[in-house]
Each structure stands twice: as structure tokens, then as C-alpha cells.
């Protein structure tokens, strides 16, 4: 089977967890005997581009000439079987989706984020949760609040872009949505149901787990929309000591809040940046970890980090968490708002509900640890993922 894997790499001072997704895939395929023909683009080269390419770069979401010519040279070359689309902005354009399909090459395409409806594809604006934009033909509220890098110029080519290439996103073969929630998304947007596949991210099968730890653990980011601030109000409802240890590990804008805390605190301990032996570690001292996004978040991979290593997860009920813990058709749901999964808890992203839901989980963390793992390794190991691809890839070429 040959597949082009198409991408527009993010700029290297941002951390993306899609590029580091996206290398993981074209590594498995090829070590599954998959012939991996990598069609990439890498946003740290604009800063090397010369005056006449940037002065085109504003009109790149909607069509990129030389990108489209290189991509139908290398599909009259040779001639694969399923083109997969991940990030095509700004260097590519959907338009590949439209030179594919010029060649007779179906498209299956994974939704890492909202952009098909918002233009920075997060659904969160001024910290808070954000939806002005869907349903409307042309995202106008995004273009007023310069939603797109802070730009009302920028905003209104990628709103144009979307709304151009409405019918290019409605022609894509095969969406694989990370989860139920972006199924759900995708759904709202006009996507039949049949051609939407749930598949998820995998990460590397870390080994049996550990004995569970005590006590909480969060990294990651510390940006605002990964609720730290939520945490820490709630952390700050419960009497020092009254909630085990917490662990706190990561950086950003946000690190003064935390040092804040764990000076005051004897029960707060902050890691500082950790390196994988450091994660592995802190997550072997904790026995829960903590995945509290503020916005929709899509699909956090620090959840399936910690279901591999027999952790169960509280998190809030906002994007793909949920449906990551299992949690996302629960029966479970108590007076409080606290909804248990197979795997972990969700709770509504308020102080209060999430200073209950920490007391809560603590007692129950035990019975949940062999879930965790289970869950990991029925939905989320790389064996799993990967046939799931396959399958989809198969489909599609048979099809075509």
C-alpha cells in the first residue's frame, strides 16, 4: 500500500502535539511494511522565504500554486492509493483535497481541531469557551475579535478560506475524528455519518504499570485554557493536607501562579520542566492525574500517558476528555455534577465542582487503576490505533 501523508509542520516555538502525532503515524506505517510518501511543509521556513512569496503567503489557506503542482508531480509518479491529509495551513490549502481527487486519489483526512467552522480552531476566545462562528456561512465574529493570530487582516483571509473551501471539506473521502466529540463536530458541519471513522491518537506502550502513587499529578502547559487557575482555585477550597499531595510539572505564562501556591502550601509541589524519566516518575509517585482544560480540548495526550500507566484520570467534561476516559455516555452522574467512566471522572470546569470531585476521586482512584490501564490498552496501544488505519486506508483504496 502506498500512502501520501500530507502535513503543514507548526512553527517550532509552539509545541504541537499534532507534528509530534504525525511523525509516530508515518514511524508505524513504515514499520508495518506501509510505503509512506511524506508530502510536507514545515511553517519555520517563512521567515526564509523570499519578498514575493510572502507578499502570495495571505492568500496560501485558499490556494497554494506551487504546492498543488508538486503534489500532482508526485501523484502521476506514484500513483498511491489514499492521500491522508492532517494540517494543511498555511503552506498547502485544502486545495489538495480537490488535486487529489483531480487524480483519482481518494483523501482521508484527520480533524486535529475546529477549524473547519473557527478560524484558530480552538472554539475558545478571550478564556473562554467559543462558538459565534458556527453556523454562519462566512465567521465574521472571528474576523471582528482578530480571533487568527491576533489579526483582523489575517482573520478575514482564513474566514474567506473557510467559506471557499466549504465544499472542498464536504468532498473529503474519510474524516477520522480523534474522538466522539470531533465526530460530533463534524457531524454538526454536514458530514455524514459514514464517512466519519472514531479513531484516536496512540502513544508507545510504556511497560506495566507501576504500583499506584498517592496523591494528584498535573503537566503540561501551563497556558490558560489548560485550567491551572481552575485547578488551583479549587485546590485552595480544601485545607492544606486535606487532599493528599499535589504535583504540579510543566511551564509557561502561567508558572508565577504556581510557585505562588506551592510556597504557601505544604501540600503543593511544583517539578518544574520535566524530561521523560522525570514524567514517568511523577507519574508513578501520583495515583491520579489531573487533565482540566478550560477550552474543548481535543484530544490531551497527557490522558492517554496516564491510562498507560495504570493512572485513572479527573477531568472536565469539556472536548475529548470524556470520551477518553469513557466517560462521555456515562450513567454514572452524581448530585454534584461528577460523572464516572470506565477509566476516570469528569466534572463541569467550575471551582466548586472540582474542589468536590478531588475528594471524591481520591478514595476511588484504587478501583480504577486496572480500568485505566484496560482502557488504554483496548482503545488507545499502537496495535490497536494502527489497525484501525489500515482498515480505514483499505476501505478507501477498494473503494476508489
Same mark, same amino acid.
Given at each position: 500500500?502506498?500512502?501520501?501523508?500530507?502535513?503543514?509542520?507548526?512553527?517550532?516555538?509552539?509545541?504541537?502535539?499534532?507534528?509530534?502525532?504525525?511523525?509516530?503515524?508515518?514511524?508505524?506505517?513504515?514499520?508495518?511494511?506501509?510505503?509512506?510518501?511524506?508530502?510536507?511543509?514545515?511553517?519555520?521556513?517563512?521567515?526564509?522565504?523570499?519578498?514575493?512569496?510572502?507578499?502570495?503567503?495571505p492568500?496560501?489557506?485558499?490556494?497554494?500554486?506551487?504546492?498543488?503542482?508538486?503534489?500532482?508531480?508526485?501523484?502521476?509518479a506514484?500513483?498511491?492509493?489514499?492521500?491522508?491529509?492532517?494540517?494543511?495551513?498555511?503552506?498547502l490549502?485544502?486545495?489538495?483535497?480537490?488535486t487529489?481527487?483531480?487524480?483519482?486519489?481518494?483523501?482521508?483526512?484527520?480533524?486535529?481541531?475546529y477549524?473547519?467552522?473557527?478560524?484558530?480552531g480552538?472554539?475558545?476566545?478571550?478564556?473562554h469557551?467559543?462558538?459565534?462562528c458556527r453556523?454562519?456561512?462566512?465567521?465574521?465574529?472571528?474576523?471582528?475579535?482578530?480571533c487568527?493570530?491576533?489579526?483582523?487582516?489575517?482573520?478575514?483571509?482564513?474566514?474567506?478560506?473557510?467559506?471557499?473551501h466549504?465544499?472542498?471539506?464536504?468532498?473529503v473521502?474519510?474524516?477520522?475524528a480523534?474522538?466522539s466529540?470531533?465526530?460530533?463536530h463534524?457531524?454538526?458541519?454536514?458530514?455524514?455519518?459514514?464517512?466519519?471513522?472514531?479513531?484516536?491518537?496512540?502513544?508507545?506502550?510504556?511497560?506495566?504499570?507501576?504500583?499506584?502513587?498517592?496523591?494528584?499529578?498535573?503537566?503540561?502547559?501551563f497556558?490558560?485554557?489548560?485550567?491551572?487557575?481552575?485547578?488551583?482555585?479549587?485546590?485552595?477550597?480544601?485545607?492544606?493536607?486535606?487532599?493528599?499531595?499535589?504535583?504540579?510539572?510543566?511551564?509557561?505564562?502561567?508558572?508565577?501562579?504556581?510557585?505562588?501556591?506551592?510556597?504557601?502550601?505544604?501540600?503543593?509541589t /511544583?517539578?518544574?520542566?520535566?524530561d521523560? #524519566?522525570? &514524567?514517568?516518575?511523577? $507519574?508513578t %509517585?501520583?495515583?491520579v492525574? +489531573? *487533565?482540566?482544560p478550560t477550552?474543548?480540548?481535543?484530544?490531551p495526550?497527557?490522558?492517554?500517558e496516564?491510562?498507560a500507566?495504570?493512572?485513572?484520570?479527573?477531568?472536565?467534561?469539556?472536548?475529548?476528555?470524556?470520551?477518553?476516559?469513557?466517560?462521555?455516555?456515562?450513567?454514572?452522574?452524581?448530585a454534584?455534577?461528577?460523572?464516572?467512566?470506565?477509566?476516570?471522572w469528569?466534572?463541569?470546569?467550575?471551582?466548586?465542582s472540582?474542589?468536590?470531585?478531588?475528594?471524591?476521586?481520591?478514595?476511588?482512584?484504587?478501583?480504577?487503576?486496572?480500568?485505566?490501564?484496560?482502557? /488504554?490498552?483496548h482503545?488507545?496501544h499502537? #496495535?490497536? &490505533?494502527?489497525?484501525r $488505519?489500515l %482498515?480505514?486506508?483499505?476501505? +478507501? *483504496?477498494?473503494?476508489?
Amino acid at each position: 500500500m502506498k500512502i501520501v501523508i500530507a502535513h503543514n509542520r507548526y512553527r517550532s516555538e509552539l509545541p504541537s502535539g499534532e507534528n509530534v502525532m504525525v511523525d509516530l503515524d508515518i514511524a508505524q506505517l513504515r514499520a508495518a511494511g506501509v510505503n509512506i510518501l511524506p508530502f510536507l511543509r514545515d511553517s519555520d521556513n517563512i521567515a526564509t522565504m523570499s519578498a514575493g512569496a510572502k507578499a502570495l503567503l495571505p492568500l496560501s489557506p485558499i490556494y497554494n500554486g506551487p504546492a498543488q503542482r508538486e503534489l500532482a508531480a508526485l501523484l502521476r509518479a506514484e500513483r498511491p492509493d489514499v492521500l491522508h491529509l492532517h494540517n494543511p495551513y498555511p503552506l498547502l490549502s485544502p486545495w489538495v483535497v480537490r488535486t487529489a481527487h483531480a487524480h483519482g486519489v481518494p483523501v482521508v483526512q484527520t480533524v486535529h481541531n475546529y477549524r473547519q467552522v473557527c478560524s484558530p480552531g480552538l472554539y475558545f476566545r478571550d478564556g473562554h469557551v467559543c462558538v459565534d462562528c458556527r453556523g454562519r456561512t462566512i465567521g465574521w465574529p472571528g474576523v471582528i475579535h482578530g480571533c487568527y493570530r491576533g489579526s483582523r487582516a489575517q482573520s478575514a483571509v482564513m474566514a474567506t478560506a473557510l467559506a471557499a473551501h466549504r465544499p472542498t471539506w464536504r468532498s473529503v473521502d474519510r474524516y477520522i475524528a480523534l474522538t466522539s466529540a470531533i465526530a460530533e463536530h463534524l457531524r454538526s458541519y454536514g458530514i455524514p455519518a459514514d464517512r466519519i471513522v472514531v479513531k484516536p491518537n496512540s502513544i508507545p506502550d510504556p511497560g506495566p504499570p507501576p504500583a499506584l502513587g498517592d496523591g494528584f499529578l498535573f503537566y503540561g502547559r501551563f497556558a490558560p485554557e489548560k485550567g491551572l487557575s481552575l485547578l488551583l482555585d479549587a485546590w485552595r477550597r480544601r485545607p492544606d493536607g486535606a487532599l493528599g499531595p499535589l504535583r504540579i510539572a510543566g511551564d509557561g505564562e502561567q508558572r508565577p501562579l504556581v510557585e505562588a501556591i506551592a510556597a504557601e502550601r505544604d501540600d503543593v509541589t /511544583y517539578l518544574g520542566p520535566l524530561d521523560r #524519566d522525570g &514524567v514517568r516518575a511523577a $507519574l508513578t %509517585a501520583s495515583a491520579v492525574v +489531573l *487533565a482540566v482544560p478550560t477550552w474543548h480540548d481535543v484530544l490531551p495526550t497527557v490522558v492517554i500517558e496516564a491510562l498507560a500507566y495504570g493512572r485513572p484520570v479527573l477531568g472536565t467534561d469539556l472536548g475529548g476528555v470524556p470520551y477518553l476516559v469513557g466517560a462521555d455516555q456515562a450513567s454514572d452522574g452524581r448530585a454534584s455534577g461528577l460523572r464516572r467512566g470506565v477509566a476516570g471522572w469528569v466534572t463541569a470546569p467550575d471551582p466548586q465542582s472540582l474542589a468536590d470531585a478531588l475528594a471524591t476521586v481520591r478514595a476511588e482512584a484504587p478501583a480504577l487503576a486496572a480500568a485505566a490501564r484496560a482502557r /488504554y490498552d483496548h482503545t488507545f496501544h499502537p #496495535d490497536v &490505533v494502527l489497525t484501525r $488505519l489500515l %482498515a480505514t486506508y483499505r476501505d +478507501l *483504496a477498494a473503494a476508489s
